[in-house]
């Protein structure tokens, strides 16, 4: 992050009252108390933009410059237009679920069929008990808080604070004339899953996963222990077979995804075709509202659930669907919320340079380390780095000899 950047977390001094509920909250010791003038300050090379501290403040002293209070409400406004949906799903993002896995979500509380707005944040520690008040009192009938299960949260203790506060609120609406089912709480964590026919017991997946979640078995397929993986994809990406895969980051769906668009956005001559991945932890801006982000420049945004779990293939298969160019948006070593394993993702972005210098497409990738804490950053770079393939597009047909 550099120096420059706009800061994603602030405290209005004119506000704060100094009570420290931020300072016992915070879970990566990033709060303050200045001795000179017991002022509560922010360390922001610290932080981690999980927004715990400003659901906390009890005088609204702590600003965001994305997830703030009012914009998770213009959020649900703009989403649902007059018509309120009957169930809200606010997911962490670590851990989001897919929409058929929502939808069996609703079913198993008994909520099957019911209309739904699902909405991303950084860490279920994020929401603040007013924000649910105002969104059952504008007419949502339910909210369901998708949790990681405990043990799993990346931002340490945002799951065990959410879980209280749910359950105190479960409380608090019964008084408001709300029933008390109208507030869930769901554990969810996305896990490795086998295909085990495909497997042939090669054991790679074993050798490589940084977090010691899967163990060989004699005579079998390796077993994998739910309750140490994390779902970071270094497994995915070292089976030769796609015998293992990250549920909602299968390969051929995500092949699937970025192909298909690929063949819309070649149709616009003007502009050059760019795909963004990013780790779902290094850009929430760019994830969380791409269109905005990247309106008018023939771009899409792919996230990944770890820099680790890239696979280089899918980098070269971006520029055979006829991509212009491909950015990379990953976590510095310090920021990384799967900190195990980063000598994988490093050996494997070797192998990716290498080849993309086989096939003289280097020009064409960048890869950039960028942090949530800095509100400006991706919009900086990703402007520059539209420019520089705007330029060598009109040079020459990136991907002649390439198309399949």
């Not at 914009?71 to 058929?100: F, K």
């Not at 008994?110 to 105002?134: E, W």
């Not at 160019?325 to 340079?353: F, Y």
């Given at each position: 992050?550099?120096?420059t950047?706009?800061?994603?977390?602030?405290?209005?001094?004119?506000?704060?009252?100094?009570?420290?509920?931020?300072?016992?909250?915070?879970?990566?010791?990033?709060?303050?108390?200045?001795?000179?003038?017991?002022?509560?300050?922010?360390?922001?090379?610290?932080?981690?933009?999980?927004g715990?501290?400003?659901?906390?403040?009890?005088?609204s002293?702590?600003?965001?410059?994305?997830?703030?209070?009012?914009?998770?409400?213009?959020?649900?406004?703009?989403?649902?237009?007059?018509?309120?949906?009957?169930?809200?799903v606010?997911?962490?993002?670590?851990?989001?679920?897919?929409?058929?896995?929502?939808?069996?979500?609703?079913?198993?509380?008994?909520?099957?069929?019911?209309?739904?707005?699902?909405?991303?944040?950084?860490?279920?520690?994020?929401?603040?008990?007013?924000?649910?008040?105002?969104?059952?009192?504008?007419?949502?009938?339910?909210?369901?808080?998708?949790?990681?299960?405990?043990?799993?949260?990346?931002?340490?203790?945002?799951?065990?604070?959410?879980?209280?506060?749910?359950?105190?609120?479960?409380?608090?609406?019964?008084?408001?004339?709300?029933?008390?089912?109208?507030?869930k709480?769901?554990?969810?964590?996305?896990?490795?899953?086998?295909?085990?026919?495909?497997?042939?017991?090669?054991?790679?997946?074993?050798?490589?996963?940084?977090?010691?979640?899967?163990?060989?078995e004699?005579?079998?397929?390796?077993?994998?222990?739910?309750?140490?993986?994390?779902?970071?994809?270094?497994?995915?990406?070292?089976?030769?077979?796609?015998?293992?895969?990250?549920?909602?980051?299968?390969?051929?769906?995500?092949?699937?995804?970025?192909?298909?668009?690929?063949?819309?956005?070649?149709?616009?001559?003007?502009?050059?075709?760019?795909?963004?991945?990013?780790?779902?932890?290094?850009?929430?801006?760019?994830?969380?509202?791409?269109?905005?982000?990247l309106?008018?420049?023939?771009?899409?945004?792919?996230e990944?659930?770890?820099?680790?779990?890239?696979?280089?293939?899918?980098?070269?298969?971006?520029?055979?669907?006829?991509?212009?160019?491909?950015m990379?948006?990953?976590?510095?070593?310090?920021?990384?919320?799967?900190?195990?394993?980063?000598?994988?993702?490093?050996?494997?972005?070797?192998?990716?340079?290498?080849?993309?210098?086989?096939?003289?497409?280097?020009?064409?990738?960048?890869?950039?380390?960028?942090?949530?804490?800095?509100?400006?950053?991706f919009?900086?770079?990703?402007?520059?780095?539209?420019?520089?393939?705007?330029?060598?597009?009109?040079?020459?047909?990136?991907?002649?000899?390439?198309?399949?």
């Amino acid at each position: 992050m550099n120096d420059t950047c706009l800061a994603a977390v602030s405290i209005d001094q004119d506000l704060c009252s100094r009570c420290k509920v931020c300072y016992s909250l915070c879970p990566f010791e990033a709060i303050y108390q200045q001795p000179e003038d017991g002022r509560i300050k922010i360390d922001i090379q610290k932080c981690q933009v999980c927004g715990i501290c400003s659901s906390s403040c009890p005088v609204s002293a702590i600003e965001m410059a994305y997830y703030d209070h009012e914009g998770l409400l213009e959020h649900i406004r703009e989403a649902t237009g007059n018509e309120n949906e009957d169930t809200l799903v606010i997911m962490c993002r670590g851990n989001s679920p897919s929409s058929g896995e929502i939808e069996d979500i609703l079913a198993a509380q008994g909520l099957g069929g019911n209309s739904y707005l699902s909405m991303r944040v950084p860490c279920a520690g994020r929401i603040p008990m007013d924000f649910i008040f105002n969104v059952l009192r504008s007419g949502t009938k339910n909210i369901i808080s998708v949790q990681c299960q405990d043990g799993f949260c990346r931002m340490k203790e945002g799951t065990s604070i959410e879980t209280r506060r749910m359950l105190l609120g479960m409380a608090v609406i019964q008084q408001f004339g709300y029933p008390r089912d109208a507030l869930k709480v769901v554990k969810y964590s996305r896990k490795a899953m086998w295909i085990n026919q495909e497997c042939v017991g090669c054991d790679k997946c074993v050798f490589i996963c940084p977090y010691d979640a899967i163990i060989a078995e004699p005579f079998s397929s390796p077993k994998v222990i739910e309750d140490k993986c994390v779902g970071c994809g270094a497994c995915q990406l070292v089976c030769p077979h796609k015998a293992i895969q990250v549920k909602g980051y299968e390969f051929d769906n995500v092949l699937a995804s970025y192909g298909g668009a690929a063949k819309r956005m070649r149709s616009q001559r003007d502009l050059p075709a760019i795909l963004v991945f990013s780790c779902q932890w290094s850009e929430f801006s760019a994830l969380d509202d791409p269109e905005r982000m990247l309106k008018g420049k023939n771009a899409m945004v792919m996230e990944v659930p770890c820099f680790k779990g890239m696979d280089p293939v899918h980098v070269v298969n971006a520029f055979r669907h006829g991509f212009d160019g491909v950015m990379a948006v990953v976590c510095s070593d310090t920021d990384c919320k799967l900190q195990k394993g980063r000598d994988v993702a490093d050996r494997q972005l070797e192998v990716l340079q290498n080849a993309l210098k086989k096939l003289g497409l280097s020009d064409r990738f960048e890869l950039h380390e960028l942090s949530p804490r800095c509100g400006s950053e991706f919009a900086a770079k990703f402007d520059d780095f539209h420019e520089k393939i705007m330029n060598l597009s009109k040079q020459c047909i990136v991907t002649r000899g390439l198309q399949p």
